[in-house]
């Protein structure tokens, strides 16, 4: 049965009238009118809640929001919708009644009333609390700011071709990074350039109480910075062998590849045993996490430690070049998963080869992980004979 039909049908016996919507209209590679302002409060370390306030410049008419389902580097529509709460719309002072598209529960409907020229939208991300909630986003020490979790958007365009001002109020004395560029801060309140939708999810944030910014490519045009958050601020100390690597993982990807094409990267690491484990890709910056003694017990820890040169892989692989139905013009059409025996598997293989390279790994490490893998592939395991 149509969405619409049912949805008729269901007003019909249950007693009372839903407004009629057309379908979630069409993405179109046409410039959205005016900028979107985006203001998340992070604060709220207790509770661990994102308070969110946006102001959509509208016109009169049905309108729809949407929240980001289809999310890059998942592969699949893993977009946290249970976590959005309190959604209220208001303009001119007055609220504005919205109702979620019956067929949709990403979409939201809405009619701007005539004379109306700016949407006022508030609402919350409910992270998780534990990690049998979901992964961990927020602690007492630091947070990971994903901005595809706390933005709605509007249907209709190209998610490159709405404009978005972000800004960001972090706790008392927090210090954070991303690849956004900063505008301006007025206390714990910091504003970013104006930039697209696509590259703002694209840009996420890591922030906490205690931080260390390494250049891991010192004098070159450029830059690319290592930006650890610790639980501890004596998990921050960097040994000269993990620094030596490090910046060596940068020529070894640029010897490669032969060139780059991002202005300036960052590494954002975390590590942590209260944030959620994360490795995800970016164009001009990376997630990450590892484990406290990632530098201090440095030949103990060298599992897992491809991790950044895998991500950092991904920028050229993946991110510069993708197969193409991987990307789609908005967060709400279905990317197709053909390509990832490129997207991941090469990326895998690279990412292995450039931290045995770079000294991430060491010769016997490199040569324990190839036998791990045979091992994995062994007789009676999946896709063997």
């Given at each position: 049965?149509?969405?619409?039909?049912?949805?008729?049908?269901?007003?019909?016996?249950?007693?009372?009238?839903?407004?009629?919507?057309?379908?979630?209209p069409n993405p179109i590679d046409t410039p959205y009118s005016g900028t979107i302002k985006i203001a998340v409060d992070?604060?709220?370390?207790?509770?661990?809640?994102?308070?969110?306030?946006?102001?959509?410049?509208?016109?009169?008419?049905?309108?729809?929001?949407?929240?980001?389902?289809?999310?890059?580097?998942?592969h699949s529509p893993v977009g946290p919708i249970s976590q959005l709460a309190g959604l209220k719309m208001?303009?001119?002072?007055?609220?504005?009644?919205?109702?979620?598209?019956?067929?949709n529960v990403y979409a939201f409907n809405l009619k701007v009333p005539k004379g109306v020229r700016e949407l006022h939208v508030e609402y919350q991300f409910l992270s998780p609390?534990?990690?049998?909630?979901?992964?961990?986003?927020?602690?007492?020490?630091?947070?990971?700011?994903?901005?595809d979790t706390v933005a709605l958007y509007p249907a209709g365009h190209y998610s490159r071709k709405i404009?978005?001002?972000?800004?960001?109020?972090?706790?008392?004395?927090?210090?954070?990074a991303t690849a956004l560029e900063k505008s301006s801060q007025k206390g714990n309140t910091v504003t970013f350039e104006g930039i697209d939708f696509e590259n703002l999810v694209d840009s996420p944030m890591f922030a906490g109480s205690h931080y260390k910014r390494v250049d891991l490519n010192p004098n070159a045009d450029t830059p690319v910075f290592l930006n650890v958050f610790a639980d501890k601020e004596k998990d921050l100390e960097?040994?000269?062998?993990?620094?030596?690597?490090?910046?060596?993982?940068?020529?070894?990807?640029?010897?490669?590849?032969?060139?780059?094409?991002?202005?300036?990267?960052?590494?954002?690491?975390?590590?942590?045993?209260?944030?959620?484990?994360?490795?995800?890709?970016?164009?001009?910056?990376?997630?990450?996490?590892?484990?406290?003694?990632?530098?201090?017990?440095?030949?103990?820890?060298?599992?897992g430690r491809d991790l950044l040169a895998h991500e950092f892989n991904h920028s050229w692989n993946g991110k510069y070049r993708r197969p193409d139905a991987l990307w789609t013009p908005t967060y709400n059409q279905v990317k197709e998963a053909n390509g990832l025996w490129v997207y991941e598997g090469q990326t895998q293989f690279w990412g292995q080869v450039i931290a045995a390279?770079?000294?991430?790994?060491?010769?016997?490490n490199a040569m324990d992980m190839l036998a791990r893998l045979g091992a994995t592939y062994d007789q009676g395991r999946p896709g063997m004979a």
């Open positions: 049965m149509n969405k619409h039909v049912f949805a008729a049908a269901l007003s019909s016996v249950m007693g009372f009238t839903l407004p009629a919507f057309a379908d979630v992070a604060t709220d370390l207790a509770h661990r809640i994102f308070k969110i306030n946006e102001t959509i410049p509208v016109n009169a008419g049905e309108m729809t929001l949407l929240y980001p389902q289809w999310i890059p580097g998942h208001s303009a001119k002072g007055k609220v504005i009644e919205w109702q979620r598209d019956p067929g609390q534990s990690s049998e909630q979901g992964r961990v986003m927020m602690t007492p020490e630091m947070l990971n700011l994903q901005w404009k978005f001002q972000p800004s960001v109020t972090l706790p008392k004395g927090w210090q954070f960097i040994s000269a062998e993990g620094l030596t690597a490090h910046r060596e993982l940068i020529q070894q990807m640029y010897a490669l590849y032969g060139a780059h094409h991002f202005d300036h990267y960052d590494f954002l690491l975390a590590l942590t045993d209260k944030l959620g484990g994360i490795g995800m890709e970016h164009h001009r910056s990376s997630e990450n996490s590892a484990k406290e003694n990632y530098f201090s017990d440095w030949d103990k820890s060298w599992v390279r770079s000294g991430l790994w060491s010769q016997e």
